[in-house]
T-cell receptor, first 111, second 113 residues
Framework: DAKTTQPPSMDCAEGRAANLPCNHSTISGNEYVYWYRQIHSQGPQYIIHGLKNNETNEMASLIITEDRKSSTLILPHATLRDTAVYYCIAVNTGTASKLTFGTGTRLQVTL | DTGVSQDPRHKITKRGQNVTFRCDPISEHNRLYWYRQTLGQGPEFLTYFQNEAQLEKSRLLSDRFSAERPKGSFSTLEIQRTEQGDSAMYLC???????????FGEGSRLTVL
């Protein structure tokens, strides 16, 4: 699976949009971009995934650049409960779906 | 609660002892994964089952580690002769198909003294 690169940490004010970037310049055509988050002392939680098109669900939006070399996870109105480590992962779902987590981005939402 | 459950949530043991963790996946999920997570790091893949067959093992899974999934339902992860370097959170996840959407449990935290 392609390697992903994320900033180690970010801050966001409560109520504002949190935009978390991810670089995946070596992603191949059959690899999806998946996002997970991990709140302290809990297991990782799936957020959203996409291949080429932008995606939106009740938790977040995912914007993937046209060349697929980078993406941005958007939490439209961050709350304190969104404070977590966010992982961007490139996944070839044709294989065993083994996820390769990096160190992620620690998002701190503040009042 | 119909999520992935893991037991025990916390285990403290002395070096050299054996420990066993249990994972109950979401019902009818035929794929089950074990991961290990140390402080400040992302989860690392250990092994993967499809039904009762163990299809992939990481090089991280030394000879002291063994995982089973009898009858394709719950799974156990045993660590023999524990070492201090085994201290970590052991995470279990399940999924119903080949997809990147895994459902993780809360984890079992191991502390080896």
């Amino acid at each position: 699976d392609a390697k992903t690169t994320q900033p180690p940490s970010m801050d966001c004010a409560e109520g504002r949009a949190a935009n978390l970037p991810c670089n995946h310049s070596t992603i191949s055509g059959n690899e999806y971009v998946y996002w997970y988050r991990q709140i302290h002392s809990q297991g990782p939680q799936y957020i959203i995934h996409g291949l080429k098109n932008n995606e939106t669900n009740e938790m977040a939006s995912l914007i993937i650049t046209e060349d697929r070399k980078s993406s941005t996870l958007i939490l439209p109105h961050a709350t304190l409960r969104d404070t977590a480590v966010y992982y961007c992962i490139a996944v070839n779902t044709g294989t065993a779906s083994k996820l390769t987590f990096g160190t992620g981005t620690r998002l701190q939402v503040t009042l | 609660d119909t999520g992935v459950s893991q037991d025990p949530r916390h285990k403290i043991t002395k070096r050299g002892q054996n420990v066993t963790f249990r994972c109950d996946p979401i019902s009818e999920h035929n794929r089950l994964y074990w991961y290990r997570q140390t402080l400040g790091q992302g989860p690392e893949f250990l092994t993967y089952f499809q039904n009762e067959a163990q299809l992939e093992k990481s090089r991280l899974l030394s000879d002291r580690f063994s995982a089973e999934r009898p009858k394709g339902s719950f799974s156990t992860l045993e660590i023999q002769r524990t070492e201090q370097g085994d201290s970590a959170m052991y995470l279990c996840a399940s999924s119903p198909r080949s997809t990147g959407e895994l459902f993780f449990g809360e984890g079992s935290r191991l502390t080896v003294l």
